[in-house]
């Protein structure tokens, strides 16, 4: 059973997909950190001097009563609070790797077309006399030396 376990984790196919799960979660905390901290601030400038962030609801007060000027001290005092603002955050940090992930899979797909839509070029063709492979413009074979027609 180990034997069968270790191929399976030293198989490409994981390793590969392993690399990947890294690298998408340190995409994610770079696009995480795009959009609080670059393009979040920018946005709540323009709707008036607002963080998204802040954003939330007090469904019941905590130990120390409200008003409570962020999420975080609503929790520290125990209210519960639904902090729609951050679900605004993350739905914007997912359409923005969406997008970048249909780029890249939009970009990948043009080239599987351009490969299957450019066709093969042949630049060698058979002496009609000897059957040895020659160059497409030669006009006499280099083995049997034949004229060779123009075709």
């Known amino acids: ?11 490409g196919n994981v ?10 979660a340190s995409f994610s905390t770079i696009v995480t950190s795009l959009v609080s901290d670059i393009l979040m601030p920018p946005i709540g400038i323009l709707v008036g001097n607002v963080d998204f962030s802040s954003f939330f609801i ?14 975080s001290t609503a929790k520290a005092a125990g209210a519960v609070t639904i902090n729609y603002g951050m679900f605004v955050n993350t739905i914007i940090s997912f ?3 969406t ?34 492979v020659i160059p497409i413009k030669a006009i006499r074979c280099a083995q049997c030396t034949s004229e060779l027609k123009e075709s």
Do not use: H, W
């Open 99 to 132: 997008f970048a992930v249909f780029l890249l899979v939009r970009s990948i797909n043009k080239l599987k077309r351009q490969e299957q839509a450019s066709p093969a070029v042949i630049r060698t063709k058979e002496c009609p006399y000897c059957l040895s």
């Open 1 to 11: 059973m180990l034997k069968e376990f270790k191929e399976f984790a030293l198989r």
């Open 15 to 24: 390793v590969d997909m392993a690399v990947g799960i890294i690298i998408g």
């Open 95 to 97: 359409l923005i790797v």
């Open 58 to 71: 007090v469904l019941k007060e905590g130990k120390t009563p409200g008003p409570y000027v962020s999420p």
